[in-house]
């Protein structure tokens, strides 16, 4: 059965605070890993697709990173406005569903 | 431009109604997700639209649950019945092909009473 890991459930830092999310993951057949942000009351907003073990992107304060078994999403130097729920899901090569895991939620104080 | 709406945006029903929520996909965006979200849970697939192909609906929780997408536009997703479990936030996305990026809605919050 697929499963998608997220930890920790729920990370504090000061603003400037480097950190790293971490999601594992358990598919047979990965066709995509994918993160996504999601503020209360909303619907989860893209950040990053990426496919292949060694891969790495990046976008503002943050970078994604896949291995064979986990990707980990990194925060430099994090702002109050990054603050929310980081959500990673899973695509697999005989479908075209997402598969999330729970998300870790990331309070920035400044 | 305009990304995925959903409507209503909040909806509150009695035990054993019927509901119907909408979801209007970016235009050109041939396939179509529904989502559940429950409180403090990640999002657990409902069903998929693909084009003209036969929907996906293994994600559908009971017979209760059914939806429907007309071409490549609207779809709406009908919870028959409603139960207390059925609370909870119903995400639609939507992407240029199956295997693109997902775009999401804000959602329609569920709760039954």
């Known amino acids: 059965e697929d499963q998608v890991t997220q930890s920790p459930e729920a990370l504090r830092l000061q603003e400037g605070e480097s950190s790293s999310l971490n999601c594992s993951y358990t598919?047979?057949?990965?066709?995509?890993l994918f993160w996504y942000r999601q503020d209360p009351g909303k619907g989860p907003e893209f950040l990053f697709t990426?496919?292949?073990a060694g891969e790495e992107k990046e976008k503002e304060r943050l970078k994604a990173t896949l291995t064979k078994k986990e990707s980990f999403l990194h925060i430099t130097a994090p702002k109050p406005e990054d603050s929310a729920t980081y959500l990673c899901?899973?695509?697999?090569?005989?479908?075209?569903?997402?598969?999330f895991g729970e998300g870790t939620q990331l309070t920035v104080n400044p | 431009g305009a990304g995925v709406s959903q409507s209503p945006s909040n909806k509150v029903t009695e035990k054993g109604k019927d509901v119907e929520l909408r979801c209007d996909p970016i235009?050109?965006?041939?396939?179509l997700y529904w989502y559940r979200q429950r409180l403090g849970q990640g999002l657990e697939f409902l069903i998929y639209?693909?084009?003209?192909?036969?929907?996906?609906k293994s994600g559908l929780p009971s017979d209760r649950f059914s939806a429907e997408r007309t071409g490549e536009s609207v779809s709406t997703l009908t919870i028959q019945r409603t139960q207390q479990e059925d609370s909870a936030v119903y995400l639609c996305?939507?992407?240029?092909?199956?295997?693109?990026?997902?775009?999401f809605g804000p959602g329609t919050r569920l709760t039954v009473t």
């Open positions: 990426l496919y292949s």
């Open positions: 598919v047979s057949g990965l066709r995509g």
């Open positions: 235009s050109g965006h041939t396939a």
């Open positions: 639209f693909q084009g003209n192909s036969a929907p996906d």
């Open positions: 996305a939507s992407s240029l092909g199956y295997s693109h990026e997902q775009y």
């Open positions: 899901a899973v695509r697999k090569t005989s479908g075209s569903r997402l598969t």
